[in-house]
Nanobody, 124 residues
């Protein structure tokens, strides 16, 4: 069972940057897709960015394209989300997630079977 631990959240002013990290316990052998989701109070969890394990295709929500970058370091079993030009609408709890197979839709939360505990991002 894949275990995920996020870090790097915090409070920043609009226009600022944060880099989130997610360390996984198993990476190469049991994970197909890696993703970041976020959830604002009173709202559903939404997909922010995703990528195929081992590199390759990336996916971004329209609201973060050009500002966020998802990346991985397989040697460190780590997934990252670089967030630039943050806006208040980016506020929320950010979660990393992994899927054992290619999801039918990368934003479908039910396709992911492992989740971290979340890291809070607040933009004011």
């Amino acid at each position: 069972h894949v275990q995920l631990v996020e870090s790097g959240g915090g409070s920043v002013q609009a226009g600022g940057s944060l880099k989130l990290s997610c360390v996984t316990s198993e990476y190469t052998f049991s994970v197909y897709q890696l993703a970041w989701f976020r959830q604002a109070p009173g709202k559903e969890r939404e997909g922010v960015a995703a990528m195929w394990s081992g590199g390759g295709r990336t996916y971004y929500a329209d609201s973060v394209k050009g500002r966020f970058t998802i990346s991985e370091d397989s040697a460190k079993n780590a997934l990252y989300l670089q967030m630039n030009d943050l806006v208040p609408e980016d506020t929320g709890m950010y979660y990393c997630a992994t899927a054992p197979m290619k999801p039918r839709s990368w934003t479908d939360v039910t396709e992911y079977n492992a989740w971290g505990q979340g890291t809070q991002v607040t933009v004011s």
